[in-house]
């Protein structure tokens, strides 16, 4: 039983910064593979980054990676999503997820991540 909670949502214009953060409970944290994916309205949703365990690699969707930089602080239970140069298609409810993942297996796919955080909402004006 793991909770994840996200904060740092907002309103911004496009050309802004915003760093979202996923807060998790337990104390297992370090063993998960923690991802970001985002639903905007009316779409399907999208994987949009990814990180391993301490000392693993990254991944990120195409369309964000120079912009968006995905980090974990293990000290703090706590992953961020830092992203610059936002863009009015980036506007989403942003998601959390912590799951184990083999380092065999894409981080890419939702069904591989057991915990879900509620959401938080990003909109970025024209």
């Not at 994987?47 to 391993?52: C, G, K, L, Q, S």
């Not at 936002?86 to 993942?101: H, M, R």
């Amino acid at each position: 039983q793991v909770q994840l909670v996200e904060s740092g949502g907002g309103l911004v214009q496009a050309g802004a910064s915003l760093t979202l953060s996923c807060a998790a409970s337990g104390r297992t944290f370090s063993s998960f593979t923690m991802g970001w994916f985002r639903h905007p309205p009316g779409k399907d949703s999208e994987f949009v980054a990814a990180i391993r365990r301490s000392g693993g690699s990254t991944d990120y969707l195409d369309s964000v990676k120079g912009r968006f930089t995905i980090s974990r602080d293990n000290a703090k239970n706590t992953v961020y999503l830092q992203m610059n140069s936002l863009k009015p298609e980036d506007t989403a409810v942003y998601f959390c997820a912590a799951g184990v993942i083999p380092t065999t297996t894409p981080t890419t796919t939702p069904s591989r991540y057991a915990y879900w955080g509620q959401g938080t909402q990003v909109t970025v004006s024209s």
